[in-house]
């Protein structure tokens, strides 16, 4: 009888203080010294209590690591990688999607609770080919994707401890007990409070950013493009460097992000020691068979008063901007889909900020595969531009600083081709006491240089508290 069995899936839902690591770590070695050399890779599952799933990124720093946590949805957070796929150059989508064909055959799910969520491929990709090529993102490159070697995963069923192991790396009695030894190091971090409090703000050292002079020069440049007929719409991005006088912790700005943007979807992707980590308000696709939903999320302003609300449905350049979003994710879609609906415009609320947000869901003329989808929606006018490729390549010219991963399509995608992905928005990479933060800012002809820059600052506001950083 399977250790899932035993335990039951009520045990999904128990309390911290009941759980029994001592049982736990008895089951495990006995998972342990049931799986075959056959060749595959099995994977086994041990139900666990509800705990915050970013507890998991405290575990072996030195490790990979990655969470997915979005709003109104089960959660992911993995260490190591039982399979790493990667890819470069405009065919991305379609060579990541490839990769991974050929790794589903090989799990053997024999030993895993039909209950919890089905292994998934967790990554990202840069937000243009060829533009993830500097220090500080070659690690994470133009696509990469890993399916967690041990992960904790939870959605409305209940919560799991999931591992990924092949029979022949457990012939050795000090490979078997280092695993062991990672599930109980990983079980106390996940049943052990983190600190969400700290005693003082962490202080800056010292930082970088594009002066004031050289943000309206950009958005002079973007519309004098407009101007010319050669654009309609261009996302001006800028990045904020900070040196502070303490090392972040990732975990601990993620808990302080579900505190304080609990309507956002938060997400961290750690290589090579460095974390790429935010908390996005703007979801790209989520499509399951032939059920597809997004959304268009663009016009901004500050949620600094009661009369906010009101201002951004009334303001006209938000709206025009907005439109734009909305036209082009419909062109997109039309060809591929047999039903097309947007819905009512509405203002989404943040802590910080309010935006216009469309959502729009389709049904899907045939079945495709997410990254297909993905590669066909991304970038949308919302973080590129009209026309697209216009955009970019103004993009690609003016903008100091390579984007890398920031606003770039991150999530996940299953052996069925289903999936759900982000804009990775509000966002930023954060490597010991070093934050590399970004912000965007749409910009249409009658956009004014000040006001985008503040439209930045309000975006960062969120990102800045949760790594203890004074706004």
Excluded at 107 to 125: E, M, N, Q, V
Excluded at 194 to 209: C, D
């Amino acid at each position: 009888m399977s250790d899932y069995v035993e335990l039951g899936a009520a045990s999904g839902r128990a309390l911290e203080s009941s759980f029994d690591l001592a049982e736990l770590t008895a089951r495990v070695e006995r998972g342990l010294g049931r799986t075959l050399d056959n060749g595959r890779a099995a994977v086994l599952t041990w139900p666990m209590p509800r705990v915050p799933c970013e507890r998991l990124l405290a575990v072996d720093t030195a490790q990979d690591a990655v969470l997915w946590a979005p709003a109104g949805e089960g959660e992911v957070c993995g260490l190591g990688s039982a399979s790493t796929l990667v890819a470069r150059g405009p065919d991305r989508f379609g060579a990541i999607e490839q990769q991974a064909r050929d790794v589903w055959p090989t799990l053997d799910l024999s030993g895993s609770d039909p209950s919890a969520p089905r292994p998934r491929f967790l990554g990202g990709f840069a937000f243009q080919a060829g533009r993830a090529e500097s220090n500080l993102w070659q690690n994470f490159g133009d696509a990469r994707f890993v399916l967690p070697r041990l992960s904790y995963v939870k959605d409305v069923a209940g919560a799991w401890l999931r591992l990924i192991v092949r029979g022949s790396e457990l012939s050795s009695t000090a490979r078997r007990a280092e695993l062991v030894a990672l599930v109980r190091a990983s079980v106390q971090a996940l049943l052990t409070p983190s600190l969400t409090g700290v005693s003082e703000p962490a202080r800056v050292l010292a930082r970088e950013e594009r002066s004031t002079e050289a943000w309206a020069e950009l958005i002079a440049a973007i519309q004098h493009e407009i101007k010319s007929g050669r654009a309609q719409k261009i996302v001006a991005a800028r990045r904020v460097s900070l040196l502070l006088d303490k090392e972040l912790v990732p975990a601990l700005v993620q808990a302080r992000l579900a505190e304080h943007a609990p309507e956002s979807n938060r997400f961290a992707f750690r290589v090579a020691g460095a974390t790429f980590l935010g908390a996005t308000p703007e979801g790209l696709l989520r499509k399951r068979g032939t059920e597809l939903t997004t959304e268009a999320v663009a016009g901004s302003v500050s949620a600094d008063d009661t009369a906010s609300a009101t201002r951004l449905l009334e303001s006209g350049k938000d709206q025009r901007e907005h439109e734009f979003v909305v036209s082009e994710i419909l062109r997109v879609l039309e060809p591929i889909t047999s039903e097309l609906t947007p819905g009512k415009r509405e203002v989404h609320r943040l802590r910080t900020v309010l935006h216009l947000r469309t959502p729009i869901h389709a049904r899907l003329r045939e079945a495709s595969h997410v990254l297909e989808l993905v590669g066909r929606l991304h970038p949308t006018p919302a973080v590129g531009g009209v026309p697209t490729a216009a955009a970019l390549e103004f993009i690609t010219r003016h903008e100091p600083d390579e984007r890398g991963w920031y606003a770039g399509p991150v999530g996940w995608f299953d052996a069925a081709g289903d999936g759900r992905f982000v804009v990775a928005l509000r966002s930023g990479i954060v490597d010991g006491a070093c934050a590399e933060l970004y912000a965007g800012a749409g910009i249409v002809q009658d956009s004014n240089a000040p006001s985008e820059l503040a439209e930045t600052r309000w975006k960062l506001a969120a990102l800045l508290g949760a790594l203890g950083v004074r706004a």
